[in-house]
């Protein structure tokens, strides 16, 4: 398993002042470079889990950007970066925070240089629920707390959604019922958009970070199972078409 640090963030080199899901998205296709040069992995048998907003919307970004990546697992995900903004802050609020945009863009283009602002302060909108919990204690120090504005406007062009249109790559997707930091439709929006074989596990009775402790020894395994069947040597692949029926796809190892 390949853990990293984005550009820019924890222990990575870069400038700690950006943050960009396009920066993102290329170094997740480089890192699935990176595996393919280690003699301890097989190129055959890459998958991709990513959690929590742009980290479960990136999944699906890679699995449809990069055809190596053979199966995908999209946790609590965003699907439609506008549509996430908007819905973290009241109307009054949120035509503020567009105002704001336009203003740091006009600011950048005269002088050269816009806004520094806190990403989970002014970017996001942490709900309760996010300031009090420590279930991502560990994350948080790794990502810069303070970036360029102009982060705002890749977010708010920033679509999963499109991309799980496209998708043939397996995709597994979990959200949370009633989720008040990843909407819960984002999540089943990406499930029912996808074209390849899907899963939709969601997750009931809890909330978006109460359920990364509560459920995890159910959904681990589902994970587990996914991407074992799913990422896996192929040495040889067989399909099979039945009109008005889906097409079969066989994967299948060879034994040295």
Do not use: C
């Not at 909108?125 to 705002?152: F, N, Q």
């Not at 587990?224 to 029926?245: C, I």
């Amino acid at each position: 398993m390949l853990v990293f640090d984005y550009r820019g963030f924890g222990d990575s080199e870069g400038d700690r002042d950006v943050l960009s899901p396009s920066f993102q998205l290329r170094d997740l296709v480089n890192a699935v470079t990176y595996l393919t040069t280690r003699d301890d992995v097989d190129a055959d048998a890459i998958g991709v889990f990513g959690t929590g907003g742009t980290g479960g919307g990136n999944a699906v970004l890679l699995a449809d950007a990069d055809p190596r990546v053979r199966a995908a697992v999209s946790q609590v995900p965003v699907a439609d970066g506008t549509d996430w903004l908007h819905r973290m802050r009241p109307e009054h609020a949120w035509l503020s925070f567009l105002a704001e945009v336009e203003e740091d863009r006009r600011v950048r283009v005269t002088s050269g240089k816009g806004r520094l602002v806190h990403p989970r302060e002014e970017i996001m909108v942490p709900t309760p629920e996010r300031r009090a919990t420590t279930v991502k204690a560990d994350v948080d120090d790794r990502i810069p707390s303070a970036v360029g504005m102009d982060a705002v406007d890749e977010i708010l062009t920033y679509r999963p959604i499109d991309a799980a249109a496209r998708l043939t790559t397996p995709l597994m997707v979990i959200g949370v019922e009633g989720d008040a930091t990843t909407p819960t439709d984002h999540a089943e929006r990406l499930y029912a958009a996808a074209r390849g074989p899907k899963s939709l596990l969601m997750q009931r009775h809890t909330t978006h970070y109460a359920a990364y402790d509560r459920y995890w020894q159910e959904v681990t395994p589902r994970i587990v199972e996914w991407l074992d069947r799913y990422v896996r040597p192929a040495n040889v692949v067989a399909r099979r078409t039945v009109p008005g029926v889906a097409e079969d796809i066989e994967i299948m190892e060879v034994s040295a």
